[in-house]
């Protein structure tokens, strides 16, 4: 078979030794005979990654080494994405590994979407040692389509899109630029927001991707309140944009969506500080809800 598309993988890698060869024998088994090159971004490591990065790029000439000082999982993307020479960005974190066809239902999106400002395929969790299925709430549910009701989405199900389920058209780098740096925790989600804000997420049910939440050194390990709150200021001031600009029936629904995805962040924050100890801060937040005794009404699995 000929494949048309051709792919730029980028990996951001921060000490995941255990994990990197699973993470890149899953892109190579996903390739059979297209274009792709895969870009893997050391983001200085100290378990040994780098030399096992070095030796994939010896091995496999598709695979390119790039090594930098420590500066973040956002930093490690945009170094990706500069470097890359495609016309579309596929992600995947080094804990996560696709599956044999998440190449096929990529492409296939975009075949039939292609001005999407981003393409997703639904994923499952690996959490001690299951594959958990997710539910996702408002997603298109038997062929791939546009996810309209995104924030909603996000207030009510699993979220639907994974860093290691999307394909990031430049001509989307191009219109917002890269991720936010400085952000340690929900920089990915404000990258998905910003691509529902500006146009159309491209959405698949199919599940091509595993999110491991077994790994070492996820960002959850170092969960403050402070931390987590990066997408909720982000959904504040864009919600506030819309307020700002002129009446309109789309403006109107999507400022809806956006006050229902704060009040469930805030929610969220609320219910993991009280799990997390961080008992100040989950008053602070129930404190804020703007509805007493607010509770989504489809509950999010976290």
């Not at 000490?15 to 390739?31: E, F, G, M």
Request: with cysteine; aromatic share 8%; proline share 3%.
């Amino acid at each position: 078979m000929k494949y048309d598309t051709i792919f730029s993988v980028v990996i951001p890698l921060f000490n995941k030794a255990k994990n990197l060869n699973r993470a890149i024998a899953s892109v190579q088994s996903a390739i059979r005979n297209r274009n792709i090159e895969i870009i893997v971004v050391d983001d200085g490591s100290t378990d040994g990654s780098g030399a096992l990065l070095e030796q994939h790029a010896l091995s496999d000439i598709r695979v390119r080494a790039i090594h930098q000082g420590n500066a973040g999982a956002s930093s490690a993307r945009n170094t990706g994405i500069k470097a890359s020479n495609s016309d579309f960005i596929l992600l995947l974190d080094a804990d996560d590994f696709w599956l044999n066809r998440h190449l096929d239902v990529i492409e296939k999106m975009i075949h039939l979407r292609p001005t999407s400002a981003l393409h997703a395929a639904a994923y499952s969790k690996n959490a001690g040692g299951k594959i958990i299925e997710q539910d996702f709430y408002c997603t298109p549910k038997n062929e791939s389509g546009i996810l309209h009701a995104y924030f909603l989405s996000m207030s009510y199900g699993a979220m639907p899109v994974s860093a290691s389920s999307v394909c990031i058209p430049r001509s989307t780098v191009f219109k917002i630029g890269g991720f936010e740096l400085g952000k340690t925790h929900g920089e990915d989600r404000i990258y998905w927001a910003k691509c529902a804000l500006h146009g159309d997420i491209n959405w698949s049910p199919e599940v091509s991707a595993i999110y491991d939440t077994d790994a070492d050194h996820r960002s959850t390990t170092t969960w403050t309140p402070a931390k987590a709150s990066a997408y909720l200021n982000f959904l504040k001031k864009s919600r506030k944009d819309l307020l700002d600009l002129p009446y309109s029936l789309v403006t109107d629904e999507l400022s809806t969506m956006l006050q229902e995805n704060i009040l469930s962040e805030m929610f969220y924050l609320a219910q993991n500080s009280l799990d997390r100890g961080f008992i100040k801060e989950a008053k602070k937040f129930k404190n804020n809800l703007l509805m007493d005794g607010y509770v989504p009404s489809a509950l999010i699995k976290i």
